[in-house]
């Protein structure tokens, strides 16, 4: 649990009031990165010793797995009864990137869940939109859902979350204004202090595209496609009917373009699975999906490539697929999305050239 013992150096940071981004703890010498914001919300992981915290994060992973299908669930429009929702607890444990949020002690559950939380609220209740932008202020992939809730037209929980996020900001600010400053003005650019992007623990485009070049720094080589990506899956989920899509697509376009998105942030594989079994109990072919979808993030084929030192950049043709299984079925999903979205156009065209010939 290497994050978990950063989260309890973040929350003691604060605590005495040290430099939050001047300290590396584990033998791997892991910095901080969050923004303040979340440093202060780690406070409490310094009231327990390191078993009892490493013991109730384990508790906590397991219980914000379950919520996180019971929410998958209601987004896809279903109920989720007790020996189901223990079976499918059980299983999801073994999913790589549940394991490996567990494994670190990471906090992946917890910020996916606020999502689809906020996200499927019915309208009226006041506030909704908050959950977002306390998600987006801990972590900054969540922001792409603001973007998504105004082009579905949901502009004023769009304004919520934002509102939200730029509390989270002035709190960090005026609690923590050093770190604040340091943080929003120099170490939001170090992205050298997350990880090295071309690591197979790194499940991005960007990665992806590192280890396919045999380069660590594929500058426009990513950024261009990355701006395509981003367009295209907010384009598209914007566009579909179900908002269950809409909301995996963003989740995916965010994990994509991301610079860095370690095979753990890939927990959305949760409500991607939870969404495709309960449509594939009348969909053959999302039942397909759902058996693809799942042997992507059970394989583990990411880990059997070479990934000593800089062997990722190293990799035989054959061993690319293996190496970035989750990016590659991104952008499988996206595509698949396009290509449905383009159906009833294409349908449009035959019968307009059926009825010229007649």
């Known amino acids: 649990m290497a994050d978990l013992l950063v989260y309890r150096a973040e929350g003691a940071a604060v605590v005495h009031g040290t430099d939050l981004y001047g300290f590396t703890v584990t033998r791997w010498r892991l910095p901080a990165t969050y923004p303040p914001f979340a440093a202060i919300l780690f ?3 310094t009231w327990l010793p390191v078993p009892a915290l490493k013991a109730a994060f384990l508790a906590g992973n397991a219980l914000l797995l379950a919520a996180l299908i019971v ?3 209601r987004l896809a429009g279903r109920a989720v009864s007790p020996p189901l929702l ?9 999913l790589e990137p549940v394991f490996q949020t567990v494994l670190f002690g990471q906090i992946n559950l917890a910020i996916a869940g606020l999502v689809p939380w906020d996200l499927t609220r019915p309208p009226g209740p006041r506030g909704r939109g908050v959950a977002l932008g306390i998600a987006t202020g801990i972590k900054l992939t969540p922001a792409l ?3 998504y809730l105004l082009l579905r037209g949901r502009g004023h929980d769009a304004g919520t979350a934002t509102a939200a996020r730029a509390g989270t900001v002035l709190l960090g600010t005026l609690l923590l204004p050093a770190a604040s400053a340091g943080f929003w003005t120099r170490r939001l650019f170090e992205t050298g202090r997350v990880g090295k992007a071309w690591i197979v623990d790194d499940q991005s485009l960007q990665g992806l595209i590192a280890r396919a070049l045999g380069t660590p720094a594929p500058g426009l080589a990513w950024a261009v496609p990355a701006a395509a990506v981003a367009a295209a899956g907010l384009c598209l989920a914007a566009r579909v009917r179900e908002e269950r899509h809409g909301v995996l697509l963003t989740a995916v376009t965010a994990l994509l373009i991301s610079p860095i998105s ?3 942030h890939w927990a959305w594989c949760v409500p991607l699975l939870t969404v495709l079994l309960a449509e594939g109990r009348v969909r053959l072919a999302a039942l397909t999906a759902t058996a693809l979808t799942a042997t992507a993030f059970t394989a583990r084929t990411l880990w059997l490539v070479p990934h000593e030192a800089h062997r990722d950049l190293h990799l035989a043709w054959w061993q690319q697929p293996l190496a970035s299984p989750y990016p590659l079925l991104g952008l499988a999903l996206i595509a698949a999305a396009a290509l449905r979205a383009a159906q009833p156009v294409l349908s449009s065209v035959r019968m307009s050239s059926a009825s010229t010939i007649r």
Do not use: E, G, N, Q
């Open 43 to 45: 406070v409490p992981a």
């Open 71 to 73: 929410l998958s669930a």
């Open 86 to 94: 223990c079976t499918a607890t059980a299983l999801s444990l073994w």
């Open 145 to 147: 859902f603001v973007a």
């Open 262 to 264: 370690w095979s753990h």
